[in-house]
């Protein structure tokens, strides 16, 4: 939609250890990124630098940008750039920001503050995984397109994005989530504790018997693949092998428990992203049983826990079913002509081909002109 725009939104990238700034145009970066420690701790200095910052890219540009627009750490209250609440990696922000308010009277620019959730999904939506697939299907002789999406990241949390109808889901209050929904496997638990990078590192300190390990979930996928983390050719054990892959296996089935939900609830497809992907081949087997699994009837009937075929859609041969379905003519009712008729409800997942950050980047970018365009027809 936005790829061939020639409007420039200023970027953020922010981090509680630094800030990246950039501008895009045409969902493409247009200059070098510029990085700045963020000094998160100090309010003064945080909104020192994030000023210093966008007055340099601003500075760096052939044009006039139209918008600033970019991801920050919730609580907030997005829709009036107001960020405040415990936020464990910008401890100065904890009393209240009027983050938005602030940047536009700095810059008399609109400014857009959203969760990085929304706007890697929103990214995927407009120039990542859903004009991507719905480009296929066509190419391969479906006639099915998509317009529903929810993003997921897989990182510190588990961060959730949604459209519906091509547009970014911001709910009531800018509060679609899934965290904090009950695991199916501990009630009493959210689901974020056995699904973020937290849970990879205590289920393989739990499994191996040594809880202060201090290995990444970098380390732990090399021992999954049977690779010293160190880089050195020291053997792996069996055990330490097997403990790598269960964490990752119970990561995937709550990961897939939190989406079951979701998915049923908006009939989207779904695009996972963030660091965590890395170990996409020892979390997505469990993580799409777990979507493909049954919940039972008091009678004790099976019934599928999601309402939908779902497709592994990094898979080709799943792909072309996901495409083909289940279609056959069907006859009009007193007349000799005929219909398509393809009964099959589905979905998929993929992995983000974008990249989380990018799918950000991009989603900022879009969300900026998608609400400039609604003010000018308004």
């Known amino acids: ?226 690779r010293d983390p160190s880089g050195n050719s020291a053997v792996v054990s069996e055990t330490k092998m097997e403990a790598a892959r269960e964490a990752f296996r119970r990561f995937g089935e709550a990961a897939g428990d939190a989406m079951a939900t979701a998915v049923t609830l908006t009939d989207s497809l779904i695009v996972i992203g963030g660091g965590l992907t890395g170990a996409a081949r020892y979390i997505m087997p469990s993580l799409l049983k777990e979507l493909k699994s049954k919940v039972m009837s008091v009678e004790g009937v099976g019934v599928n826990r999601v309402q939908m075929e779902v497709f592994d859609l990094d898979d080709p041969e799943e792909f072309s079913r996901f495409v083909k379905g289940e279609s056959r003519p069907l006859k009009i009712y007193g007349f000799d002509e005929t219909v398509n008729y393809d009964p099959m409800k589905r979905t998929g997942v993929c992995i983000s081909r974008l990249g989380a950050s990018r799918a950000i980047s991009i989603g900022a970018y879009a969300y900026a002109l998608s609400r400039l365009d609604a003010l000018t027809i308004k």
């Open 1 to 226: 939609m936005y790829n061939t725009d020639k409007r420039t939104v200023v970027t953020l990238d922010a981090g509680g250890t630094n800030f990246v700034f950039g501008a895009m145009r045409g969902c493409e970066f247009i200059v070098e990124p510029l990085t700045l420690p963020s000094r998160a701790n100090d309010l003064d200095k945080c909104l020192e630098t994030m000023v210093a910052g966008f007055r340099e890219i601003i500075r760096r540009l052939d044009c006039e940008p139209v918008a600033i627009s970019f991801a920050f750490p919730g609580p907030a209250d997005y829709a009036n750039g107001i960020v405040g609440g415990f936020l464990p990696n910008f401890p100065s922000f904890r009393d209240g920001v009027a983050l938005g308010p602030f940047l536009h009277r700095t810059f008399g620019l609109p400014v857009y503050i959203n969760n990085d959730g929304d706007l890697f999904a929103f990214g995927e939506a407009t120039a990542g995984v859903m004009p991507e697939i719905n480009a296929k299907v066509i190419e391969m002789g479906g006639d099915r397109q998509y317009h529903n999406l929810l993003g997921y990241t897989f990182g510190t949390g588990l961060g959730v994005g949604s459209v519906i109808n091509g547009a970014l889901n911001l709910g009531n209050n800018s509060c679609v989530e899934t965290f904090c929904l009950p695991y199916r496997n501990d009630h009493g638990c959210m689901v974020e504790d056995f699904a973020a990078i937290r849970a990879i590192t205590r289920v393989y300190g739990e499994l191996t018997g040594c809880r202060d390990h201090g290995l990444t979930p970098r380390d732990i996928c090399a021992i999954a693949d049977g």
